[in-house]
């Protein structure tokens, strides 16, 4: 019932900039969190940044200063601005959805958008 899609990924000069969209849709009344993961080739998922539904948000420590992350709460939107861009900022970038509140379903949900790839390269 509930689907995340991402968008804004690409290729990017280092100290190049994008921005990533994702939007939840469906019957959905809360979102608690709302998070961008990424995964590089060989290494696991990791965590970039995460944003709470009352406005409280946290980075990994590498991307501190160079990306912000923020949520449109009415559209069940999150964003991620990403300035200075690195070569080891290269991965593949997921959109998550932690405490979802669906309408008609009990208890809360976890939901992950398909990924967009980020690449960074001269």
């Known amino acids: 019932q509930v689907e995340l899609v991402e968008s804004g990924g690409g290729l990017v000069q280092p100290g190049g900039s994008l921005r990533l969209s994702c939007a939840a849709s469906g019957s959905i009344l809360r979102i608690e969190t709302m998070a961008w993961y990424r995964q590089a080739p060989g290494k696991q998922r990791e965590v970039v940044a995460i944003m709470l539904d009352g406005g409280t948000s946290n980075y990994k420590d590498s991307v501190k200063g160079r990306f912000t992350i923020s949520r449109d709460n009415a559209k069940n939107t999150v964003y991620l601005q990403m300035n200075n861009l690195k070569p080891e900022d290269t991965a593949v970038y997921y959109c998550?959805?932690?405490?979802?509140?669906?309408?008609?379903?009990?208890?809360?949900?976890?939901?992950w958008g398909q990924g967009t790839q980020v690449t960074v390269s001269s």
């Open positions: 998550n959805a932690d405490g979802t509140v669906v309408a008609g379903l009990p208890g809360k949900y976890r939901y």
